[in-house]
């Protein structure tokens, strides 16, 4: 997952230093996909609708951009990612919503400061469109005193051992929790030998947490687009959808806050299908609501991207 970067100095000027072979081992690690690979990774789509067809197809427009090659800091040149199709995804049995189990919790845990902090209101509504149809609701705030976790202070910075905060998390599952995503401001690490982690999350487990702790920029957009991504990205995660390496996709890992910059809010085709196949949305539908979000948020980018996606497949009805 994106989050289990470690950021330990030493580490990265170890890997400076050693950039030529890094760059090598990159390219070892990391075989740039063609379309061929794309067309194999989306899938047969001759039973599906008009609308499912055009939703699902890159038709080489660039409307949906190809993997960029990954630099030698970049999660692909330092993870190895076999990447998964459609159909691999379908054969992992993936972990899907079920009647009783249905509803996306988030729980915010602690303050957020107007000033740094995304609005809880913007993540729900966008959570909402990203996985609708299915329910999401916000759990009452709790204070950082009731969270039992083993914390320490790193560099002045007070965190949290994350698997602490979800085994903190587990007994408070609803019935009815196909999954619960705790929120905070306070800064998060995996395990001792860690510098920080963006987030855990266990889909077995169904509870993850996240941290905007280092999310941080003068540019409210930005604030609002990197709180945005990470949770429908690790949510994404809980219905089994592991790294997109086909396309600029949402699915991406991401080493560091300039890759995750870099990487759209929308999904590929490929990702796009898998998230269908778990939440069962109509295409259209989905994109509507997040039409509406885009908008709301004034992010006009992402507005007019969704816009054309509903105009094309509207052509093909
Ligand atoms: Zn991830
Ligand atoms: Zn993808």
């Known amino acids: ?16 230093s050693l950039s030529l072979s890094v760059v090598a081992m990159g390219g070892l690690i990391y075989k740039q996909q063609t379309s061929k690979d794309r067309k194999i990774a989306i899938g047969d789509l001759k039973k599906l609708s008009a609308a499912e067809k055009v939703a699902f197809t890159d038709r080489g427009d660039g409307v949906f951009l190809s993997k960029t090659k990954p630099g030698a800091n970049d999660w692909l040149a330092q993870q190895k990612e076999p990447g998964q199709t459609f159909v691999s995804y379908l054969n992992s049995t993936p972990n899907l919503p079920g009647k009783v189990r249905s509803v996306i919790y988030i729980l915010p845990i602690g303050e957020f400061p107007e000033e740094s902090a995304p609005d809880l209101q913007m993540l729900l509504d966008y959570t909402r469109a990203y996985y609708h149809p299915m329910e999401v609701l916000m759990k009452p705030a709790v204070a950082d ?99 997109c390496i086909f396309y600029q996709c949402n699915m991406n890992g991401a080493n560091h806050l300039n890759e995750m910059d870099a990487t759209p809010m929308h999904l590929c085709p490929v990702c796009l299908r898998k998230m269908q196949h778990a939440v069962k949305f109509d295409v259209v539908e989905r994109y509507q609501k997040l039409h509406a979000f885009y908008k ?20 093909a009805k």
């Open 145 to 243: 005193a009731e969270v039992k976790a083993k914390s320490r202070i790193n560099g002045r910075v007070k965190q949290w051992l994350a698997p602490d905060v979800m085994r903190w998390m587990k007994p408070q599952l609803n019935d009815d929790a196909y999954a619960m995503i705790s929120v905070t401001m306070t800064d998060l690490y995996p395990d001792p030998r860690w510098n920080y982690v963006f987030g855990m999350a266990s889909f077995r487990q169904r509870v993850g947490v996240f941290s905007f702790a280092r999310y941080g920029d003068k540019n409210r957009a930005t604030v609002l687009r990197r709180a945005a991504k990470i949770l429908t990205h690790e949510t994404g995660h809980m219905f089994s959808i592991k790294h």
């Open 1 to 16: 997952m994106r989050s289990m970067k470690m950021k330990i100095t030493r580490v990265n000027m170890l890997i400076l």
């Open 296 to 315: 709301k948020y004034k992010l006009e980018e992402e507005a007019e991207w969704v816009k054309a996606r509903i105009d094309k497949i509207a052509e």
